[in-house]
């Protein structure tokens, strides 16, 4: 199991650009929390307040898709979106970290055990505001990252609304 270290901390895109220091004084305010093999960790629609920064064990990342099915009904499935694992360097929940009111995009369940580091909305900004520094390297690897996936999202959404087009042209 890996340890919520400095050396796992440098290797996080979201610290890029930090002091050992000043990731010391992140590491000094998460909290570790340990997640049993089938369970939820976020919950698609619900608000959040935190992220989490996965230290071991593997989490599927999911949406729930509505299905028009014969007749008029409807299903209701989740789609998995993705599958992260420690050695990834993944974290998850960063929105939760922005808006009071924001809800969750997607859910997250823990596929096995899972060790995460779990990082408050509150705690984080007290920091940012106590070490400038801090919170404006972390809000712009975020705001970096974020951007790189809704690029990926664009292309995404461009492919398939090509397909669909392409489909109902037959």
Do not use: W
Not at 165 to 170: D, F, K, Q, T
């Amino acid at each position: 199991m890996k340890t919520l270290d400095i050396e796992f901390l440098e290797k996080i895109p979201l610290f890029t650009g930090l002091t050992r220091d000043r990731l010391e004084q992140v590491r000094s305010i998460m909290t570790m929390r340990t997640i049993a093999d089938g369970s939820s960790i976020i919950r698609e629609n619900e608000q959040g307040h935190e992220m989490f920064i996965l230290l071991d064990g593997v989490v599927e990342v999911s949406r729930t898709l509505l299905l028009k099915i014969s007749g008029s009904g409807m299903d209701q499935r989740d789609k998995m979106l993705n599958k992260l694992t420690a050695d990834d360097y993944a974290f998850f929940g960063e929105m939760g970290l922005f808006d009071e009111k924001s809800e969750r995009s997607a859910s997250v369940i823990a596929k096995t055990r899972c060790t995460v580091a779990v990082l408050e909305r509150n705690s984080f900004f007290q920091l940012a505001e106590s070490d400038k520094e801090i919170g404006y390297v972390i809000l712009k690897n975020i705001l970096r990252i974020i951007s790189d996936r809704l690029d990926k999202t664009t292309k995404d959404v461009l492919k398939l609304t090509t397909a669909l087009s392409l489909a109902l042209e037959r």
